[in-house]
């Protein structure tokens, strides 16, 4: 076994001959920590819901590699930036999502815009914001 850069070990699969990534102890169960907050939070969607799913049941295996990348594709493609919670709230589709508070959570995003964030600060977003933070050590 060698080890790549300190974030994770080389092995060998038996099977296919081929080297594989495995993370490190402690980056794994950060990531699976926050695997399981975005899967808790009742504002995240189906697809990261499952993509979480599927990396958790890959992470330790040969199809570790292969998940990681996917689920980073996915949670690229499904957080929301603050610009972007500012369009929704203010859209006819995001009135009919969050009726009343359309406004408010409008204004909420123009706040935290304003003080700097990029992305939404929900639940779901801050999982996955914190998720991406270790992307590179994650493709290692």
């Known amino acids: 076994m060698k080890f790549s850069k300190n974030y994770g070990k080389i092995q060998l699969n038996f099977r296919t001959g081929k080297e594989i990534f495995i993370m490190e102890k402690e980056l794994l169960n950060y990531v699976s920590e926050k695997s399981h ?57 995001g009135i009919k999502v969050f009726g009343d508070k359309a406004g408010q959570i409008a204004a909420h995003a123009r706040e935290i815009r304003a003080a700097g964030a990029k992305y939404c600060d929900c639940p779901a977003c801050t ?7 270790k992307k590179d050590e994650m493709l290692r």
Request: aromatic letters at 4%; charged letters at 30%.
């Open 127 to 133: 999982a996955v914001a914190a998720i991406l933070e």
């Open 37 to 93: 907050e975005l899967m808790n939070s009742a504002s995240c969607c189906a697809e990261a819901k499952a993509a979480a799913k599927a990396w958790l049941e890959a992470a330790g295996t040969d199809r570790e590699a292969e998940a990681t990348r996917q689920y980073l594709k996915e949670l690229e493609a499904d957080i929301v930036t603050a610009e972007g919670l500012e369009a929704f709230a203010e859209s006819e589709a």
